[in-house]
C-alpha cells in the first residue's frame, strides 16, 4: 500500500507561485507513475501533470502535461523516486481548485486507473 500525503498549497496572488510536494511512503513498481490531478467541485478530476518511471516508457511519454498548463507548470521527482513536486508560475483564479498527488503501475489520462491518491491541498488564487 502506496501512503502519499501532498503539502504546498495555499492563497497566492494571481500571477505568483506555489511549489506542491507529494510525498511518498515508498517506491515500488505500484509508484511507478507519480501524477499530479485537481478536481474542482462538480467536475472531473484532470490531469495535470505526470512522471512516468516505467524503463519501457519511452521518453516522449515520460512527462505529460494538460493541455491548460501551457508551460506554466513544471514536474519533478527526487532521485529516490518518493518526492514529486509541482512547480506552478503564473497562477490564475482559474487554477484554484484542489490538487491531488496520485501514484500507480502505470500513466493514463484518465483518473479513475489510479490506485493510490493522497488527501489532497487547496489552492487558491485571488485577483
Known amino acids: 500500500q502506496v501512503h502519499l500525503v501532498e503539502s504546498g498549497g495555499g492563497r497566492v496572488q494571481a500571477g505568483g507561485s506555489l511549489r506542491l510536494t507529494c510525498t511518498s511512503s515508498?517506491?515500488?513498481?505500484?509508484?511507478?507513475?507519480m501524477a499530479w490531478f485537481r478536481q474542482t467541485p462538480g467536475m472531473t478530476r484532470e490531469l495535470v501533470a505526470w512522471?512516468?518511471?516505467?524503463?519501457?516508457?519511452?521518453?516522449?511519454?515520460?512527462?505529460k502535461y494538460g493541455d491548460f498548463v501551457k508551460g506554466r507548470f513544471t514536474v519533478s521527482q527526487d532521485r529516490t523516486k518518493t518526492t514529486l513536486y509541482l512547480q506552478m508560475n503564473h497562477l490564475q483564479p482559474d487554477d484554484s481548485t484542489m490538487y491531488y498527488c496520485?501514484?500507480?503501475?502505470?500513466?493514463?489520462?484518465?483518473?479513475?486507473?489510479?490506485?493510490?491518491w493522497g488527501p489532497g491541498t487547496q489552492v487558491t488564487v485571488y485577483s
Open positions: 515508498e517506491y515500488t513498481d505500484n509508484s511507478d507513475c
Open positions: 496520485a501514484a500507480n503501475h502505470a500513466c493514463y489520462w484518465d483518473p479513475t486507473f489510479y490506485d493510490f
Open positions: 512522471i512516468d518511471n516505467d524503463v519501457g516508457t519511452l521518453d516522449s511519454n515520460r512527462v
